[in-house]
């Protein structure tokens, strides 16, 4: 159906072809630093494989040859060398290439379609002598054209071809968004003139949000307006398995976002907020969690709407969002009640909080052999690994998990290592010291987190070991230091 819409939508260059209406992009600048590239004041800065740099000053038609480079000075001291507050553009042509012309952006309604205009500001500089330069800005030349239209987002060409796109595959590199200094009067028509003449979907869902951009950002830059574009044609989902009870409270219900809440005997939600890059709301999310499944939606901070997403992989992406401690025996009754006794966390001295991105770890990642290692030391380092995103597969062993993934594994797989861990008949599951073995040699014995041995009684179980199999110690195995 989009594709019949798009073949019947009248193309914006049968209004307004290209490289036309050119003046209507505004002129107004930042200051010299934030540069508009078609400000009447702006300064060309060649720079010449011999690193000489040659200024141009289209205003006056003026050209400055051998001053040192305007960005290493301050405004007092360009107004005392050009005469005036200026804005730049640096070119570069260095061993004969040149680099591709600045580009800027323009924001303009045409029709029923609010179009975003990409062009090019071709400048020239020859050497026409040994200090003398010609110099000069070209006309502006269009590339080509975004347009949000009624059928979607629409991506024009000088050649008068088009294809569909979406606004997340927008990219326009470094371009000057025009937009950035423009005045109020400029913003205030654009503002007018897609309420009330543009034809896009969600227009109204847009429109309602826009109060809410970040003060430091135009409502209608590129980089603004795509996102919001994206969140308010963004579909709703929620699978058809998710229980009655938790659809109906997930519309029917408010939560403030940061906080846990039982709403029933065997059902409880964690609430939380995602930020937006662009806007001053972010969207809220909710973890259900019953006795059979966790269930993670996300309120989309446009249109209001939720959506189901996958947990594992927010987790995985967001891990600082969930670093946060709940009461001990707040998933009593869920899915998570036996793991919850496993990410309690020690430094609570009444061990009353469970620390929840170790539940989600627990939860999602660990296999059983990685399981195994819940309730040892070893485990913050495995849940450490697991968000800083060196593993997302349960399925690694756990030397993976733990990050010894280089020479032990090959030595010992080969035979030339053996590692061996020394424990407590009596407290079987808390690790002592690791010891390597190597050709009849123990080169390394560490305790927890690289520390070493401080136990005077361990010290002589490892001598008795090495001197009854014959081994050399080559390592500390004792220090009297802590």
Not at 55 to 68: E, N, Q, S
Not at 221 to 236: D, G, N, P, Q, S
Not at 404 to 424: E, H, K, N, P, W
Not at 471 to 477: E, G, L, M, Q, S
């Amino acid at each position: 159906m989009a594709f019949e819409r798009f073949d019947r939508l009248k193309p914006t260059w049968e209004t307004v072809d290209f490289d036309e209406a050119t003046e209507a992009i505004p002129r107004t600048s930042r200051g010299w630093r934030g540069f508009n590239p078609i400000d009447p004041s702006v300064l060309l800065l060649f720079i010449e494989k011999n690193m000489d740099f040659v200024y141009y000053l289209p205003k006056t038609g003026k050209v400055y040859i051998g001053v040192k480079r305007f960005f290493h000075k301050d405004d007092r001291e360009l107004n005392e060398i050009f005469g005036e507050r200026i804005s730049g553009i640096e070119i570069r042509r260095e061993k004969g290439i040149d680099e591709p012309a600045p580009t800027i952006i323009s924001e303009m309604v045409i029709g029923s379609c609010f179009v975003y205009r990409l062009f090019e500001v071709p400048a020239e500089c020859s050497m026409k002598g040994s200090q003398e330069y010609s110099c000069g800005m070209l006309p502006l030349r269009e590339i080509k054209r975004y347009v949000f239209s009624p059928c979607g987002v629409i991506v024009e060409y000088r050649d008068n071809t088009r294809t569909l796109t979406t606004a997340e595959n927008i990219d326009v590199g470094k371009a000057y968004d025009t937009i950035y200094g423009a005045d109020n009067i400029y913003n205030q028509y654009l503002y007018r003139a897609f309420a009330y003449d543009a034809d896009i979907p969600h227009k109204e869902d847009i429109v309602g949000i826009l109060p809410r951009v970040k003060k430091d950002f135009p409502k209608f830059a590129l980089r603004v307006f795509k996102e919001i574009y994206a969140k308010a044609t963004e579909r709703e989902y929620i699978p058809e398995n998710v229980p009655e009870r938790i659809v109906n409270e997930l519309n029917g219900r408010s939560h403030d976002p940061g906080i846990a809440v039982r709403i029933a005997r065997d059902l409880v939600v964690v609430t939380g907020e995602s930020k937006n890059d662009y806007l001053e709301c972010g969207d809220q999310t909710r973890a259900y969690f019953d006795r059979n499944a966790v269930w993670y939606f996300r309120k989309n901070a446009v249109t209001g709407k939720w959506t189901a997403e996958d947990l594992y992989e927010c987790v995985a992406e967001k891990w600082e969002a969930w670093s946060r401690y709940l009461d001990r025996g707040f998933f009593k009754n869920t899915c998570m009640e036996n793991l919850a006794k496993y990410a309690i966390d020690k430094k609570f001295p009444t061990r009353s909080k469970i620390n929840l991105e170790h539940l989600f770890a627990e939860y999602f990642f660990l296999s059983a052999e990685q399981a195994a290692k819940i309730d040892s030391p070893v485990f913050d380092v495995i849940v450490k690994n697991i968000y800083a995103g060196k593993l997302v597969d349960r399925k690694k062993p756990l030397a993976e998990l733990l990050g010894v993934t280089g020479g032990y594994i090959q030595s010992m797989a080969a035979g030339r290592c053996t590692i061996l861990f020394l424990r407590d008949n009596k407290d079987i599951n808390t690790p002592l010291i690791t010891i390597e073995v190597r050709e009849q040699s123990i080169r390394q014995c560490y305790g927890f987190r690289d520390t070493h041995n401080h136990n005077p009684q361990i010290r002589d179980f490892i001598m008795d070991y090495a001197s009854s199999h014959g081994f050399k110690i080559d390592a500390v195995i004792y220090s009297e230091k802590k």
